[in-house]
């Protein structure tokens, strides 16, 4: 048994509000996130909101940034910057109807700059919203069913769930799984509601958050299922994860990780990535009392003093493994079994057509970086909108930022493959191996903690070091590349076996040596260089590999054994 009373508390929810942070005193008076954020809207003076009400809006999925490619030009004309705000949707598996994809197209023609993003968390984004358009957004967005609350802010996520293109009835039962958790976890205040919908306040003496209460969480909590030999959800950076264990009779259960997270802080040692650990295994019928006693403890011994420290993966590591385990396992009035065995063998996705045991066809096409938009040659987001009105199944987003036309039938792929061939996407994932497990975030010019360039630039490095794998006949070689404009870790940098963090313009940490499907953390290999470097860099490196690698051996293993990093 664990008891509250060995731990350091000084730090959490048990505190003064005066003695944490000032985030906790914002969520605490906000109303349960309705803060002034209707009031807010209706001012016509400003583009944004005031800083309060932008971090209750995150809750509701709404992030306020603005043009950095105009904003020194802006500057001197002495005007606001060029507000906007991203729209983020929930949605759980990353599963999609054609009606809510037409939708989706219909809101990013009418509000979202004509693009669409897919993100590394199997679901989309809209750039480029005007404050006067979120509430129309958010509204067409319920029109079919879909809905934005706590894509962001400090809470449970967006959870992911395995998007395989050999789709099986355990996939959709995963699937389904994800959604229901996801509608669990959310917050359940009436804000969004009030606020995005224009539903009356009903007064009422219950308690509008009766897990969260009035602060919810420290920071934000990620939660993904994967299914094996697939990791392509990257289980181990998750706050908490579920890996998928089947049997004779389908589905048994999970292995349950916790502690996983990618951000860190340059120049801050205080702050890292972290694996997940694998802590034992729940039959699925536990499922939902294991993740509110794992939720639990983070709401209530997490870090709420010092916001660099708040995420799960320090809880765990300041409380211990074993203490938080114990916790659980209190709250859970039950211990958990031992590990079952499982074993990953990719992280990334497999293109083209894929038969699913049903007898009905899934095909991958890859997105590079998730960017939907109609370039010259390649119509994609016309493409999209021409497929899904002739297309009777759904639509699956992969946790790679690449999209699943799902449930073909076996008549109608003939039809799919004319409208892609139509749009000039037909073998579309015939690009280097490289290039197909690649991955960045938004970057510049609207992500406000950007510091360089990632998905506006990695295609462009991506072409360069494909000349390197050509001369060294590596063309065909699966190694992962990630690429993010700050030490924050969106695309899950620090799993990939060579990864770019920005430092300023132009200039990268070079990360290497990590894991081809997720389970070891790369190392810091060079800090703050350029593309001259980089290249230089890794054409030794490349040739090496090829003339040295052992059979089957990953890039990322062999830099590690090729003596590149410490021991």
């Known amino acids: 048994m664990t008891d509250s009373t060995t731990v350091d508390r000084s730090t959490d929810v048990s505190q003064a509000l005066e003695n944490l942070g000032p985030d906790e005193a914002l969520k605490h008076n906000s109303d349960y996130l309705r803060g002034t954020i209707n009031h807010s809207l209706l001012d016509r ?16 999925g709404i992030y306020q940034q603005d043009d950095r490619d105009i904003r020194d030009e802006r ?90 293109p050999e789709d099986s009835a355990l996939h959709a039962e995963v699937a389904a799984l994800s959604k229901q958790l996801s509608d669990h976890v959310i917050p359940k205040t009436r804000a969004y509601h009030e606020i995005w919908y224009g539903e009356e306040r009903v007064a009422s003496s219950e308690n509008e958050e009766p897990f969260y209460g009035k602060t919810y969480l420290p920071r934000k909590f990620k939660i993904g299922f994967v299914i094996p030999p697939s990791n392509d959800v990257d289980v181990y950076t998750q706050d908490m994860g579920f890996i998928a264990v089947t049997g004779p009779d389908g589905l048994e259960g999970f292995n349950v990780t916790i502690g996983g997270g ?11 990535p972290r694996l997940g650990d694998v802590i034992g295994f729940i039959p699925k019928e536990r499922l939902i009392e294991t993740a509110d006693a794992i939720v639990g403890v983070q ?16 809880t765990v590591d300041d409380k211990g493994l074993d203490w938080i385990k114990g916790e659980i396992e209190r709250r859970m009035g039950a211990p958990f079994e031992a590990v079952r065995p499982y074993r990953f063998t990719s992280n990334g996705d497999v293109f083209g057509w894929q038969r699913t045991d049903n007898g009905h066809y899934n095909y991958t096409l890859f997105v590079e970086n998730g960017r939907v938009i109609d370039r010259s040659g390649q119509p994609l987001l016309e493409a999209l909108r021409a497929i899904a009105r002739n297309h009777a199944g759904k639509f699956r987003l992969s946790a790679n930022q690449n999209l699943i036309i ?39 010019p609207t992500c406000p903690l950007a510091m360089a360039e990632a998905e506006r630039y990695l295609p462009e490095l991506v072409t360069k070091v494909e000349a390197i794998l050509a001369e060294n006949g590596l063309t065909d070689d699966a190694i992962t590349m990630r690429m993010t404009g700050c030490p924050n870790g969106c695309a899950r940098p620090y799993v990939a076996e060579i990864a770019f963090t920005g430092r300023a313009p132009g200039k990268y940490n070079l990360y290497i040596g990590g894991g ?37 051996e990953r890039f990322g293993d062999f830099v590690m054994r090729a003596g590149y990093l410490p021991g």
């Open 45 to 60: 003076i400003t583009g944004g909101v005031p800083f309060e009400d932008n971090k209750l809006m995150k809750f509701h």
């Open 75 to 164: 500057r001197r004309q002495k005007l606001e910057p060029a507000i906007t705000f991203m729209v983020r949707v929930r949605l759980p598996g990353g599963v999609c109807t054609t009606e809510q994809w037409l939708k989706i197209d219909a809101l990013a023609r009418a509000h979202g700059g004509n693009q669409i993003r897919l993100t590394t968390r199997q679901t989309f984004q809209f750039h480029w919203v005007v404050k006067e358009d979120i509430r129309a957004t958010i509204q067409g967005l319920h029109d079919v069913l879909l809905d934005t609350i706590a894509a962001c802010g400090d809470d449970a996520r967006t959870v992911m769930a395995t998007a395989n």
């Open 262 to 272: 990618m951000g860190r802080t340059d120049n801050e040692p205080r702050t890292y």
């Open 299 to 314: 709401r209530d011994f997490g870090n709420r003093k010092e916001r660099a420290r708040a995420r799960f993966k320090y």
């Open 406 to 444: 799902a449930d073909v039938e076996p008549e109608d792929r003939a039809r799919i493959d004319a409208l892609l061939a139509e749009y000039g996407l037909a073998g579309n994932g015939r690009t280097s191996a490289l290039r197909l497990n690649s991955m960045a975030c938004v970057a510049l």
């Open 516 to 552: 081809f499907h997720g389970e070891r953390l790369n190392t810091l290999y060079r800090e703050n260089i350029g593309e001259p470097a980089i290249l230089e860099i890794l054409s030794e490196m490349l040739g090496r590999y090829a003339a040295e690698r052992g059979e089957g």
